[in-house]
């Protein structure tokens, strides 16, 4: 069964043209959505993907580039199709992203809870979650904002997708090294000195085996000015799909 991993958007919170970091997983017939955030159903649409059409979404933290389309998303699995899809978040999260997030605009006399929109499936950090036959997911959490709870996620023991995170170095080199990871996918700040997010300087003082490694996401709009200037990294490309595992 193969393990495909497709961005439907490739941009930092700030992009335009690249829109939200969010991607899509297929493990077979399985559609996985990595996080919603406020572009992801603009994002979706134009790529022709039905919200229909997924079957489970995974929530590595709680910022609107990544959480922030999950209203629009639950009222047409609601309304229009009349489905409770799949919700895979950390257990920290959980509460959090309905109370301070969802609730507002999403409470009615009817559904007062997230637990009415979604099947709420809580993670625990540390503990691979079988998602479907082919496809598990290790929650890890990452040093993004102080006091915000983010996590990256280790997918099949095979590939690591760091979602927002500043640069650590020795999770990379362990999970290369102890853990057999083949394939990274990290967030990349391309200009500006190191705050929430790993920057470009930062992965270029990687080892080369690390670099080789490595795809570069959740990057600004003048990504093109970079192009030829990443070492042995690699930018991600919005829409094209890379096979994880054939």
């Given at each position: ?31 996985l959505l ?139 080199e362990s ?72």
């Amino acid at each position: 069964m193969a393990l495909t991993l497709q961005m439907i958007g490739t941009g930092s919170a700030f992009a335009k043209k690249y829109f939200n970091n969010n991607a899509l997983l297929r493990a077979g017939a399985f559609t996985l959505l990595i996080d919603c955030g406020i572009t992801a159903p603009m994002a979706l649409h134009q790529l022709n993907v039905d919200v229909a059409d997924i079957d489970a979404l995974l929530i590595t933290h709680l910022h609107a580039d990544h959480a922030g389309g999950l209203e629009e998303l639950a009222f047409r699995m609601r309304f229009v199709h009349r489905r409770r899809p799949l919700l895979y978040i950390a257990e920290p999260l959980a509460e959090p992203l309905w109370e301070n997030c969802l609730k507002a605009g999403m409470e009615d006399e009817e559904y007062r809870s997230l637990d009415q929109y979604f099947q709420v499936v809580t993670m625990r950090e540390g503990e691979p979650c079988r998602i479907v036959d082919g496809l598990e997911i290790e929650l890890m959490r990452t040093d993004h904002v102080p006091g915000k709870l983010s996590y990256g996620l280790l997918i099949n023991r095979s590939v690591y997708y760091s979602g927002d995170s500043l640069l650590n170095r020795e999770r990379l080199e362990s999970l290369v090294h102890h853990r057999g990871v083949r394939l990274i996918f990290h967030d990349c700040q391309l200009q500006g000195p190191p705050s929430v997010h790993a920057t470009l300087d930062q992965l270029l003082a990687l080892p080369e085996h690390l670099q080789s490694r490595i795809f570069l996401m959740h990057y600004g709009d003048d990504k093109d000015q970079y192009v030829g200037r990443t070492g042995r990294m690699s930018f991600v490309e919005q829409h094209r799909l890379y096979t994880l595992e054939p």
